[in-house]
């Protein structure tokens, strides 16, 4: 089993929907939690960060963090044909490197 | 301002060989990060530098993997006897720190014939 889990998709919405993507992951010393964009041929672009539970909101992005269930969303609301791309959950502990590990990203299809 | 930057772009190379990739990172920042990212998968740990010295090389899969950053700026990844399972594209990212926003470059991808 993987520290971290996600569901590769693809995940096919129309534009306008409110678009909900998962991680889980296992290791319980997991403190900072990230969601990266990737769109085709480019690296991975920070989207939003959160440490420890709670929600938080950035624009149409909301990141929530459960750690008594060791899971992670990202909603997307009012999704656009842009936010098509693959999205990457990641995570670290506290200390060391804080070196990220990834989900093996959802692909997000928005069609118009 | 630049983003950080890779190449080459695209790398084909035949079983056994050499190659060098190198990565500009930001202007400024300290840490480097190099990692893999197979198809369909996520971004995999290689190597983080903290100014010229390797502060994490946990990730490196075996000593065919080598990378420097003699001048705490620019890196070069290395990988000798290249096999067909290296082929990936290979992440570079930089950041002001390690707890610091990492940003990452488009990657070179590597195929091993």
């Known amino acids: 089993q993987k520290e971290v889990e996600q569901d590769p998709g693809p995940l096919s919405v129309p534009e306008g929907a409110i678009v909900s993507l998962n991680c889980t992951y296992s290791?319980?010393?997991?403190?900072?939690f990230m969601w990266y964009r990737q769109y085709s041929r480019k690296g991975p672009e920070l989207l939003m960060y959160?440490?420890?539970?709670g929600n938080k909101e950035d624009g149409r992005f909301t990141a929530q963090v459960d750690k008594s269930s060791k899971y992670i969303s990202l909603f997307i609301r009012d999704s656009q044909p842009s936010d098509s791309a693959t999205y990457l959950c990641?995570?670290?502990?506290?200390?060391?490197?804080?070196?990220?590990?990834f989900g093996r990203g959802t692909s997000l299809i928005v069609h118009p | 301002g630049a983003g950080v930057s890779q190449t080459p772009s695209n790398k084909v190379t035949e079983k056994g060989k050499y190659v060098e990739l190198r990565c500009d990172p930001i202007?400024?920042?300290?840490?480097l990060y190099w990692y893999r990212q197979s198809l369909g998968q996520g971004p995999e740990f290689l190597i983080y530098?903290?100014?010229?010295?390797?502060?994490?090389d946990s990730g490196l899969p075996n000593d065919r993997f080598f990378a420097v950053r003699p001048e705490g700026s620019v890196s070069t990844l290395k990988i000798q006897r290249t096999e067909r399972g290296d082929s990936a594209v290979y992440l570079c990212?930089?950041?002001?720190?390690?707890?610091?926003?990492?940003?990452f470059g488009p990657g070179t991808r590597l195929l091993v014939l």
């Open positions: 990212a930089s950041s002001f720190g390690p707890q610091e926003t990492q940003y």
């Open positions: 290791n319980s010393a997991f403190q900072y």
């Open positions: 530098f903290q100014g010229t010295g390797a502060a994490d």
């Open positions: 990641a995570m670290t502990t506290t200390g060391g490197s804080y070196i990220p590990t």
């Open positions: 959160t440490y420890s539970s």
């Open positions: 202007s400024g920042h300290t840490a």
